[in-house]
């Protein structure tokens, strides 16, 4: 399994080992060349991207496609989450755990993977997170997780949201058959949290709060059949 700090030196420090580094350097043009070749990728909103330091990517989850498609196109490798269960999966098993992502066991609180996120944004690193917690199987966004909301309080770094359309379950399938789609991702314009200065009892509805407003700056990006609970 990846990598994954003592609870100690996390918070200090983030270091990727260079089989990671390596294995990256290959594949994101790899995954580039795959995406342009099975389908027409458009991206839009380049520019919003942060020239340097942290900032987590927050993006929909419909199916396996989003994450290695914003990982192959983004400016710079960026960390990732990913469902523990996902390293049971022949294949997929091997490549989440081939580009370094961080396991996490969905609906879980689990302290040493928040702060090895922490650490990786106390590092100048982005990440990438999906708030929904877990694929939609269908474009409509369900509710967001206030996980997110906690470690980007916790950081206080910015939160770029990703609308991504045209992915789905069937998606290589189809392409396989010839049927080339247009896939699309959308990065919007960087935004921040207000730190969460709410006492104990508040503070769960303050982070789902913010979650829903992460998940609605993420459905502004998305046609109206895409934002689901956010529509």
Do not use: C
Request: aromatic share 10%.
């Amino acid at each position: 399994m990846s990598r994954q700090p003592d609870e100690q030196a996390t918070r200090s420090s983030y270091q990727l080992p260079f089989p990671t580094r390596l294995a990256r350097w290959w594949m994101r043009p790899f995954f580039r060349s795959l995406f342009h070749l099975l389908s027409r990728v458009v991206i839009t909103g380049r520019e919003n991207v942060p020239a340097e330091g942290s900032y987590i990517i927050a993006a929909n989850h419909i199916s396996l496609f989003e994450p290695p498609l914003v990982l192959a196109f983004w400016p710079v490798p960026a960390e990732a989450i990913s469902a523990v269960d996902v390293w049971g999966r022949r294949g997929q098993g091997w490549l989440v755990d081939l580009y370094g992502a961080i396991p996490v066991h969905r609906g879980e609180y689990d302290r040493r993977v928040l702060n090895t996120m922490l650490a990786v944004l106390q590092a100048g690193r982005p990440l990438l997170i999906a708030p929904e917690g877990g694929r939609t199987h269908t474009p409509g966004l369900r509710w967001g997780m206030p996980g997110v909301a906690y470690v980007v309080q916790k950081s206080g770094a910015p939160v770029v949201p990703v609308g991504i359309v045209g992915t789905s379950d069937d998606f290589l399938k189809q392409a396989l058959k010839g049927k080339r789609r247009v896939l699309e991702m959308r990065i919007g314009k960087p935004f921040h949290l207000l730190k969460d200065e709410s006492g104990d009892d508040h503070r769960k509805t303050v982070r789902q709060r913010n979650a829903d407003y992460i998940m609605r700056r993420i459905a502004d990006l998305l046609p109206p059949e895409y934002r689901g609970v956010y529509g």
